[in-house]
């Protein structure tokens, strides 16, 4: 949960406009912000939040999660953690600022959104220009149209005018900050033990009394789960990729729209002397023909030693667009002939050499870019493929017989637990929907068939379970050796339990943390000095461990527990922060501080907003929305 929740920074989705949500053939709106509800007829202003918006929230925390774990929550254990209530907040809190903007007049034009697009340089290409299929590309990588794109980037940008009146220069009181930083940037030298499990060796077997009543008292430890077997049509983009035709034609096309893709700018080594006018700048020009260097020429008529700057190698964007970045990506090596003049002066100009621009050879390239052609065009082609198979499967009613006529293969699991795993644990549900197509199965009642459905990444499945082995507790005998592991860890647990506490009491006792590790043929570790908020785990110091660290006095122990063993952590060394030798990092923290205070008057501020507008939320439609799925 820890995980989950850390991941789940709040946050305005600026990602958040996806995929519709079907929920009986119409859009239904989940909540409302400000304006007034008349009987019969609606809402009357104010802004509308639909239930789409916050289902493809929630999908998207499901992603952004899967991309930092690389394991996707299932739907149960996502609401469970309330992913779904915390993606409902993220949207009612745009659809504030929304209607913030509205009533404060807050107009952010197409030029400026434009603008702001351009300047972000994941949209840029090799040239460092904004780059429109690459815009495009991310965005269909992404699933979000471009509407949805530039309505969240004014958004962003009406809320920066927003909350622009709050300032963060001074808002931490200095003793505030200061106790702060003395208390973040304390660091400890710790001593530790570690005390593995597996120190004790000679843990006996339970006698048939002990396995009995361990057996009963930890029953739902060992039941055997739920298994189902099921069949399933899965038709990706993959399976229509054969389909996809282009020509020869739209190839060179795409190779001359992407041009600056396929290749390297040209790169020029520069030096230049700047002058105030032009008849200085032509002084020097005329001293270097008769033979002087351009820093003789320059020092000559400017008096000035190092009135020669050294651009070095430089791309043309990298020069002020205009005469300057022109005049420089014109002329010959050596010295221009002619001073270039440019908002800053008159520039003499020295090319010291020329690296050629290279363009990869379309026939080195054309291949990747049917690829690419290929794969914008088979999303088209999946969809028309997934249409008619909805239409035809509402027909004949049997997945079976539709695969049949659209020559779709019907793959089939046998026997997999909720987690996609067999009977001996091996993962058998692997590849793309997997986590889906499990959890539809078990969603589906036995001998029945689902709707057609879509995953987040655009794949489409439909799924029968064929059948259902329901959970049972299983008899001792079934089951005997991994009850007798079990019993034997927790034994071993218990009197590794008690050698720890013997070591601590003597080491507490004013003993010698050393010779207490070496009588149990262990070794005392110290580690490196660490802030509250960092492990040492190679030494054995947890995040845990530090925690405890942190509360011991010098001279004093304390286990802390971890899965296999248990580590006595004692501090050797404290190192206070020295708030007039750190006094640079305290100045870099109070800035901090003050941003993180900056922030939460922004929370309140849109507290308060949400407090004067009102917000009204259709609980039977954002339950139904994410009700488990019915049963067939």
């Given at each position: 949960?820890?995980?989950?929740?850390?991941?789940?920074?709040?946050?305005?989705?600026?990602?958040?406009?996806?995929?519709?949500?079907?929920?009986?053939?119409?859009?239904?709106?989940?909540?409302?912000?400000?304006?007034?509800?008349?009987?019969?007829?609606?809402?009357?202003?104010?802004?509308?939040?639909?239930?789409?918006?916050?289902?493809?929230?929630?999908?998207?925390?499901?992603?952004?999660?899967?991309?930092?774990?690389?394991?996707?929550?299932?739907?149960?254990?996502?609401?469970?953690?309330?992913?779904?209530?915390?993606?409902?907040?993220?949207?009612?809190?745009?659809?504030?600022?929304?209607?913030?903007?509205?009533?404060?007049?807050?107009?952010?034009?197409?030029?400026?959104?434009?603008?702001?697009?351009?300047?972000?340089?994941?949209?840029?290409?090799?040239?460092?220009?904004?780059?429109?299929?690459?815009?495009?590309?991310?965005?269909?990588?992404?699933?979000?149209?471009?509407?949805?794109?530039?309505?969240?980037?004014?958004?962003?940008?009406?809320?920066?005018?927003?909350?622009?009146?709050?300032?963060?220069?001074?808002?931490?009181?200095?003793?505030?900050?200061?106790?702060?930083?003395?208390?973040?940037?304390?660091?400890?030298?710790?001593?530790?033990?570690?005390?593995?499990?597996?120190?004790?060796?000679?843990?006996?077997?339970?006698?048939?009394?002990?396995?009995?009543?361990?057996?009963?008292?930890?029953?739902?430890?060992?039941?055997?789960?739920?298994?189902?077997?099921?069949?399933?049509?899965?038709?990706?983009?993959?399976?229509?990729?054969?389909?996809?035709?282009?020509?020869?034609?739209?190839?060179?096309?795409?190779?001359?729209?992407?041009?600056?893709?396929?290749?390297?700018?040209?790169?020029?080594?520069?030096?230049?002397?700047?002058?105030?006018?032009?008849?200085?700048?032509?002084?020097?020009?005329?001293?270097?023909?008769?033979?002087?260097?351009?820093?003789?020429a320059a020092k000559e008529v400017l008096g000035n030693a190092d009135g020669v700057v050294k651009?070095?190698?430089?791309?043309?964007?990298?020069?002020?667009?205009?005469?300057?970045?022109?005049?420089?990506?014109?002329?010959?090596?050596?010295?221009?002939?002619?001073?270039?003049?440019?908002?800053?002066?008159?520039?003499?100009?020295?090319?010291?050499?020329?690296?050629?621009?290279?363009?990869?050879?379309?026939?080195?390239?054309?291949?990747?870019?049917?690829?690419?052609?290929?794969?914008?065009?088979?999303?088209?082609?999946?969809?028309?493929?997934?249409?008619?198979?909805?239409?035809?499967?509402?027909?004949?009613?049997?997945?079976?017989?539709?695969?049949?006529?659209?020559?779709?293969?019907?793959?089939?699991?046998?026997?997999?637990?909720?987690?996609?795993?067999?009977?001996?644990?091996?993962?058998?549900?692997?590849?793309?929907?997997?986590?889906?197509?499990?959890?539809?199965?078990?969603?589906?009642?036995?001998?029945?068939?689902?709707?057609?459905?879509?995953?987040?990444?655009?794949?489409?499945?439909?799924?029968?379970?064929?059948?259902?082995?329901?959970?049972?507790?299983?008899?001792?005998?079934?089951?005997?050796?991994?009850?007798?592991?079990?019993?034997?860890?927790?034994?071993?647990?218990?009197?590794?339990?008690?050698?720890?506490?013997?070591?601590?009491?003597?080491?507490?006792?004013?003993?010698?943390?050393?010779?207490?590790?070496?009588?149990?043929?262990?070794?005392?570790?110290?580690?490196?000095?660490?802030?509250?908020?960092?492990?040492?785990?190679?030494?054995?110091?947890?995040?845990?461990?530090?925690?405890?660290?942190?509360?011991?006095?010098?001279?004093?122990?304390?286990?802390?527990?971890?899965?296999?063993?248990?580590?006595?952590?004692?501090?050797?060394?404290?190192?206070?922060?020295?708030?007039?030798?750190?006094?640079?990092?305290?100045?870099?923290?109070?800035?901090?501080?003050?941003?993180?205070?900056?922030?939460?008057?922004?929370?309140?501020?849109?507290?308060?907003?949400?407090?004067?507008?009102?917000?009204?939320?259709?609980?039977?439609?954002?339950?139904?929305?994410?009700?488990?799925?019915?049963?067939?």
């Open positions: 949960m820890g995980v989950l929740m850390t991941m789940l920074i709040v946050s305005f989705a600026l990602w958040g406009i996806g995929d519709m949500l079907k929920m009986g053939g119409r859009n239904a709106d989940v909540a409302h912000v400000g304006g007034t509800h008349i009987p019969l007829y609606g809402w009357l202003g104010g802004t509308s939040v639909s239930i789409e918006e916050v289902r493809d929230r929630f999908n998207r925390q499901l992603e952004q999660i899967q991309r930092q774990t690389g394991q996707r929550p299932e739907q149960e254990q996502a609401l469970r953690y309330g992913l779904h209530i915390r993606a409902l907040e993220d949207v009612v809190q745009r659809a504030v600022i929304d209607n913030a903007m509205r009533q404060y007049g807050l107009v952010v034009s197409e030029a400026e959104v434009l603008a702001e697009i351009a300047r972000n340089p994941v949209f840029q290409g090799t040239t460092g220009a904004f780059d429109p299929a690459k815009f495009r590309a991310l965005l269909q990588q992404a699933r979000i149209s471009e509407a949805a794109y530039t309505a969240d980037v004014r958004r962003q940008i009406a809320s920066t005018q927003l909350f622009s009146t709050v300032r963060t220069e001074g808002l931490a009181p200095a003793s505030f900050r200061d106790d702060i930083f003395k208390m973040e940037s304390e660091r400890r030298v710790a001593e530790v033990v570690y005390i593995p499990d597996a120190i004790v060796v000679d843990v006996p077997k339970p006698t048939a009394e002990q396995l009995g009543a361990y057996f009963e008292a930890n029953k739902a430890r060992f039941q055997i789960p739920e298994f189902r077997a099921f069949s399933y049509v899965l038709m990706t983009v993959d399976d229509v990729m054969g389909q996809v035709a282009v020509t020869p034609e739209q190839v060179k096309q795409e190779f001359d729209a992407r041009a600056a893709e396929f290749g390297s700018p040209e790169k020029r080594d520069v030096d230049q002397a700047m002058a105030d006018s032009e008849d200085k700048a032509k002084k020097i020009i005329e001293a270097t023909k008769a033979g002087k260097s351009l820093e003789d651009l070095g190698p430089v791309l043309k964007k990298d020069l002020p667009a205009g005469p300057l970045a022109d005049g420089v990506f014109a002329a010959s090596q050596g010295i221009a002939p002619e001073p270039i003049k440019s908002a800053l002066g008159w520039h003499v100009i020295r090319i010291n050499n020329i690296e050629a621009g290279k363009v990869t050879p379309f026939e080195q390239v054309k291949d990747k870019i049917e690829a690419d052609l290929k794969a914008q065009l088979a999303p088209d082609l999946l969809i028309k493929l997934v249409t008619d198979f909805e239409r035809s499967l509402s027909k004949t009613q049997s997945m079976v017989a539709t695969a049949q006529e659209f020559n779709l293969k019907v793959r089939t699991v046998e026997g997999v637990d909720a987690r996609g795993q067999d009977a001996s644990g091996k993962q058998v549900v692997i590849g793309p929907a997997a986590s889906e197509l499990v959890q539809t199965a078990f969603a589906t009642r036995e001998s029945s068939e689902s709707q057609l459905l879509e995953t987040p990444k655009g794949e489409y499945f439909v799924v029968r379970t064929d059948r259902v082995t329901p959970a049972r507790t299983p008899a001792l005998s079934e089951v005997e050796q991994k009850v007798i592991d079990a019993w034997q860890t927790e034994e071993r647990r218990k009197l590794a339990d008690q050698k720890v506490k013997e070591a601590l009491e003597k080491a507490n006792g004013g003993g010698d943390l050393a010779a207490i590790a070496k009588d149990l043929g262990l070794e005392l570790r110290t580690t490196k000095a660490v802030t509250r908020y960092e492990a040492d785990p190679g030494n054995y110091l947890t995040q845990q461990a530090t925690q405890e660290l942190f509360r011991l006095p010098l001279g004093k122990a304390q286990s802390v527990r971890s899965a296999e063993g248990s580590a006595i952590v004692r501090p050797k060394e404290i190192q206070a922060a020295d708030l007039a030798k750190d006094k640079d990092a305290l100045d870099r923290f109070g800035k901090q501080l003050d941003t993180m205070i900056a922030n939460d008057l922004v929370t309140q501020l849109l507290g308060a907003l949400r407090a004067k507008y009102g917000v009204t939320v259709n609980e039977q439609v954002f339950a139904a929305a994410f009700a488990p799925q019915q049963q067939q």
